[in-house]
């Protein structure tokens, strides 16, 4: 349940963010379509000042990640503020040093600011699914598909985990019911708190 309602969310602001004045940005621009790219240690500048295409950017990023050691190429999607990067590395590779492959990846382009906040997976099946979105980008397909495709990559790579609340105080919870209890139980709960204490020590 939570997994489908992240989704809607996701779904919604995304399509919420392409608003603008009644028009989205692919209504205004029809020869400049977002997409991404696959690459293979390939090198591109991007100047600061500028404001970039989605494909600009996903260039950018999949640069990046190529220039990475042993990876052998990147695929980089980017639709608004969404970024997501798929890496290629070996198949004979062992799980812990793809793992490290990832981080090294996921550390150089959180210090790029087109890269902060930017998924990066090496799953062989998402990386496909991602060259297919690019795909799909490029041809000019309806956003409405490829956003669906995405929200299904993101609810697969992020985990269904419960979010934090809002205005809660952790502290408070331990000590509330603390005052609640009666004073033998609250001598009784102290002790063993001192006991426990001083056996760590």
């Known amino acids: 349940m939570r997994k489908g309602m992240f989704l809607l969310f996701f779904f919604l602001i995304i399509s919420a963010c392409s608003q603008n004045n009644g028009q989205s940005q692919f209504n205004r621009n029809t020869d400049v379509m977002p997409q991404?790219?696959?690459v293979k240690n390939s090198h591109i500048n991007i100047n600061k000042n500028n404001k970039y295409?989605?494909?600009?950017?996903?260039?950018?990023?999949?640069?990046?990640?190529?220039?990475?050691?042993?990876?052998?190429?990147?695929?980089?999607?980017?639709?608004?503020?969404?970024?997501?990067?798929?890496?290629?590395?070996?198949?004979?590779?062992?799980?812990?040093?793809?793992?490290?492959?990832k981080y090294s990846v996921a550390e150089s382009l959180?210090?790029?600011?087109?890269?902060?906040?930017?998924?990066?997976?090496?799953?062989?099946?998402?990386?496909?699914r991602l060259k297919?979105?690019?795909?799909?980008?490029?041809?000019?397909k309806p956003v409405q598909g490829i956003m669906n495709e995405l929200s299904d990559i993101v609810?697969?790579?992020?985990?269904?985990?419960?979010?934090?609340e809002m205005g809660k105080n952790p502290e408070?919870?331990?000590?509330?019911p603390r005052n609640q209890?009666?004073?033998?139980?609250?001598?009784q709960l102290e002790q063993e708190q001192q006991k426990q204490s001083n056996e760590k020590k």
């Open 110 to 128: 959180k210090h790029d600011p087109q890269g902060a906040g930017a998924l990066v997976v090496a799953d062989p099946d998402i990386n496909t």
């Open 172 to 176: 408070k919870a331990v000590k509330k």
């Open 181 to 187: 209890m009666n004073e033998q139980n609250d001598r």
């Open 36 to 38: 991404g790219v696959s």
């Open 53 to 101: 295409t989605d494909e600009e950017r996903a260039n950018h990023l999949a640069n990046l990640a190529a220039g990475i050691p042993n990876v052998n190429g990147a695929t980089a999607v980017v639709l608004g503020n969404i970024a997501i990067v798929g890496i290629d590395v070996d198949a004979n590779i062992d799980r812990s040093k793809v793992g490290t492959i």
């Open 155 to 164: 609810g697969r790579i992020i985990p269904d985990a419960p979010t934090p």
């Open 132 to 140: 297919e979105i690019k795909n799909d980008m490029a041809a000019g």
